[in-house]
């Protein structure tokens, strides 16, 4: 089985910046597209970005876009999320999963499993 740790939340002003990673155990990561997803207090788990094995294609939710970058290194086993010029609203626990059977990057968390345990993420005013 796949296990997914992530890391790298925190506590953040308006306007700054945290780099997320997301890694998987075992020797290489999985040949399959990655998503980060987030749950604010109160709300359904979000889509956030994806991103294919081979760094080709990448996908990202409207609210995020221009200011997230997701990027892999199958290398390190590793998944990142640089997440800049950061909002109040972009606090909530953010995770990573894999879609098993994906090849092309898609926004439905249906598709994603071995969910890691969350990292959270926030961001004051």
């Known amino acids: 089985q796949v296990q997914l740790v992530e890391s790298g939340g925190g506590l953040v002003q308006a306007g700054g910046s945290l780099r997320l990673s997301c890694a998987a155990s075992?020797?290489?990561?999985?040949?399959?597209?990655i998503g980060w997803f987030r749950q604010a207090p109160g709300k359904e788990r979000e889509f956030v970005a994806a991103?294919?094995?081979?760094?080709?294609?990448?996908a990202y939710a409207d609210s995020v876009r221009g200011r997230f970058t997701i990027s892999r290194d199958n290398a390190k086993n590793t998944v990142y999320l640089q997440m800049n010029r950061l909002k109040p609203e972009d606090t909530a626990v953010y995770y990573c999963?894999?879609?098993?059977?994906?090849?092309?990057?898609?926004?439905?968390?249906?598709?994603?499993?071995?969910w890691g345990q969350g990292t959270q993420v926030t961001v004051s005013s």
């Open positions: 999963a894999v879609d098993v059977s994906g090849v092309i990057v898609s926004r439905d968390v249906r598709r994603y499993d071995h």
């Open positions: 075992g020797r290489t990561f999985p040949n399959r597209p």
């Open positions: 991103i294919t094995w081979n760094n080709v294609g990448t």
